[in-house]
């Protein structure tokens, strides 16, 4: 019985980022290539599924990359090309203290300064950014950007849309691309059966 124990104890261990083979993966089609997504939603639940709810109605779909900060991150959600931002749903809670980071190629959520403020923005970590985790010394659930999911294809594509030149047609200035990057759909990848 204590083998059994450990084995499901070391099994609890795995690294986070191990792959499950049920997590889902999301396409997301930009005018400069494609980006695969895998979502965690063993880590963040809540997130996961606001994402999800938000590629299905199809909200991603038409609107642009909106900011990128070279060396940090690029950022998209509800903008669309004319600086028009589309309507979200309630806030979600902020799910940061899940043990994820925000490693390169990480996607995690955009948020205001109230924690639980994050609707459809988010960001892709085009470096470490250890800045932008939960902090040890908050043993509640108020810092950080809630990481839920890593790009596992794509990451070229991630880092030609950081290198585009930038101005400031958008609601961050300075960091628009001058040529909109368009996202022209974001889909669930259906999961192949054996």
């Given amino acids: 019985m204590r ?30 290539g494609d980006i695969t997504l895998e979502l965690d939603p063993a880590h963040a639940p809540v997130t996961v599924d606001n994402f999800l709810r938000y590629a299905s109605e199809g909200h991603f779909d038409g609107t ?21 931002a589309r309507p979200t749903h309630d806030p979600i809670q902020l799910e940061a203290n899940n043990g994820l980071s925000n490693l390169r190629g990480s996607v995690a959520m955009a948020r205001g300064d109230d924690p639980a403020s994050a609707t459809a923005e988010f960001f ?26 890593k790009v596992v294809d794509g990451m070229d594509v991630v880092d030609k849309i950081a290198a ?31």
Avoid: C
């Fill in 64 to 84: 642009v990359v909106y900011r990128v900060v070279p060396g940090f991150v690029i950022q998209a959600g509800s903008w669309d090309a004319d600086v028009r």
């Fill in 124 to 149: 892709i970590d085009l470096a470490d950014n250890p800045a932008l985790d939960h902090k040890p010394s908050d043993t509640g659930n108020s810092t950080g950007y809630t990481v839920f999911g």
């Fill in 3 to 32: 083998k059994a124990a450990l084995i499901v104890a070391l099994a609890l261990a795995a690294p986070v980022w191990a792959h499950a083979a049920d997590a889902p993966k999301v396409l997301i089609e930009t005018s400069l």
């Fill in 164 to 194: 585009v030149p930038l101005g400031d047609h958008g609601p961050m200035a300075g960091a628009a691309p001058v040529e909109p990057v368009v996202i022209r759909k974001v889909s669930l990848i259906p999961v192949s059966q054996p």
